[in-house]
């Protein structure tokens, strides 16, 4: 009995030993791909970014960067399936910047981190238009540069020099900065604040009826 009693503790913490150790491979590996992650946006950034840049120059420079990098990649993945789980479930900087398979949602996520490693602060704003599903219509960044918000649309490659809010209020005004082909549908009419670093919110929280 005590043999049992002894062989089933042993069991268990040969059981419990291999949990603790699968899961600090795990963090391990994890580890290892955030600083994979961050390396490589560093050097992007260090590619980009002039030093003695202005907080806006440097917001132009790597929404530019980011439209160049994911334009050709988008024509190629756009209708292609998912390659795993990772690819939609996960889907790591390094895996957008791969593919960018998720158009805008791809170029936000991209421009998010390149921002964040430059040291700019910045928040994503979802838009709705009145044929959206809910989980909005088009992704864009507003980003903290020299003491303001400037609403940016890395997809089209547009840095407005106001806040998503401003752009939509005087849209008539501001959408001739957009490049031909932009969907006028994407108006800023009716936006929401996700995630952001600093407040107040400047989107405007109403969806179009």
């Known amino acids: 009995m005590l043999a049992q009693r002894s062989g089933g503790l042993s069991i268990k913490s040969l059981l419990f030993g291999a949990v603790l150790g699968s899961l600090a491979v795990i963090l391990a590996v994890l580890h290892v791909m955030a600083d994979y992650e961050d ?3 560093d050097q992007i950034v260090a590619s980009i970014v002039q030093p003695d840049s202005s907080e806006t120059q440097k917001v ?3 929404t530019a960067a980011t439209h160049v990098l994911l334009e050709d990649r988008f024509k190629v993945f ?3 399936s998912y390659v795993s789980f990772r690819d939609w479930l996960f889907p790591s900087g390094d895996v957008q910047l791969m593919d960018g398979r998720g158009a805008c949602g791809s170029h936000e996520h991209v421009l998010g981190l390149l921002l964040d490693r ?3 602060d910045f928040r994503g704003a979802q838009m709705y238009c009145a ?3 809910p989980w909005g219509c088009h992704a864009t960044i507003e980003a903290y540069a020299d003491g303001n918000w400037i609403a940016v649309d890395p997809l089209y490659n547009v840095v407005f020099p106001v ?3 401003e752009v939509g209020r ?3 005004t501001y959408k001739a900065l957009t490049p031909l082909g932009y969907d006028m549908k994407y108006k800023y009419a009716a936006c929401a604040t996700r ?3 600093r407040s107040p919110r400047s989107c405007r929280r109403s969806r179009p009826s």
């Open 39 to 41: 390396a490589l946006y």
């Open 60 to 62: 132009v420079a790597l």
């Open 78 to 80: 756009a209708d292609k």
């Open 118 to 120: 430059a040291g700019i």
């Open 131 to 133: 044929d959206s599903n």
């Open 163 to 165: 806040s998503a809010a």
């Open 170 to 172: 005087n849209w008539d």
């Open 195 to 197: 995630i952001g670093p």
